[in-house]
T-cell receptor, first 111, second 116 residues
Framework: QKEVEQNSGPLSVPEGAIASLNCTYSDRGSQSFFWYRQYSGKSPELIMFIYSNGDKEDGRFTAQLNKASQYVSLLIRDSQPSDSATYLCAVNKATGNQFYFGTGTSLTVIP | DTGVSQDPRHKITKRGQNVTFRCDPISEHNRLYWYRQTLGQGPEFLTYFQNEAQLEKSRLLSDRFSAERPKGSFSTLEIQRTEQGDSAMYLC??????????????FGPGTRLTVL
């Protein structure tokens, strides 16, 4: 079982729509959860992090964490073509400081 | 520029050669991580330093790989006797430890290694 699982996509949404990206993790004791955006050929860029159950909003981005279901999601409102990228979910487990990344979800926002 | 920097950005080498990469973290960050990423995959953890101490190393990491952070600032990653399977993007990230949270990692631009 993979530590972090994401639907690889591709996910396509029209410009202005809400994009919903999902991630599940296997270690129930995981403490910290991160979303990174990665453009083709570039390194990952941190866009959101969340540590507590519930929602966290930052501009057009909302991260949602449900520890009971071991599920974390990212919502992108008013999607723009510039949001087209691969979105990586990362989890910091309770033991040690190792981070585990999913394989990423490819998002395309269609103008 | 106060971000994470990596050098070189690209490296082409022949199989069997040794290569060394450098990472300079964000200056106030005490944690430094190395990852490897291949096409279509997420970053794969290689090793982690807190200050100069190497605290974790992936069990998947071959003994051809070694990393150092001698003064708790910059770090080097060396790959000995490179193999074609080592071709990947090598990413460095840094973070600042603190209370719960404060563990956000920031990535450098990466070093793309091609082994011929």
């Amino acid at each position: 079982q993979k530590e972090v699982e994401q639907n690889s996509g591709p996910l396509s949404v029209p410009e202005g729509a809400i994009a919903s990206l999902n991630c599940t993790y296997s270690d129930r004791g995981s403490q910290s959860f991160f979303w990174y955006r990665q453009y083709s050929g570039k390194s990952p860029e941190l866009i959101m992090f969340i540590y507590s159950n519930g929602d966290k909003e930052d501009g057009r981005f909302t991260a949602q964490l449900n520890k009971a279901s071991q599920y974390v999601s990212l919502l992108i409102r008013d999607s723009q073509p510039s949001d087209s990228a691969t979105y990586l979910c990362a989890v910091n487990k309770a033991t040690g400081n190792q981070f585990y990344f999913g394989t990423g979800t490819s998002l395309t926002v269609i103008p | 520029d106060t971000g994470v920097s990596q050098d070189p950005r690209h490296k082409i080498t022949k199989r069997g050669q040794n290569v060394t990469f450098r990472c300079d973290p964000i200056s106030e960050h005490n944690r430094l991580y190395w990852y490897r990423q291949t096409l279509g995959q997420g970053p794969e953890f290689l090793t982690y330093f807190q200050n100069e101490a190497q605290l974790e190393k992936s069990r998947l990491l071959s003994d051809r790989f070694s990393a150092e952070r001698p003064k708790g600032s910059f770090s080097t990653l060396e790959i000995q006797r490179t193999e074609q399977g080592d071709s990947a993007m090598y990413l460095c990230a840094s973070s600042q430890s603190g209370e719960r949270g404060g563990n956000e990692q920031f990535f450098g631009p990466g070093t793309r290694l091609t082994v011929l």
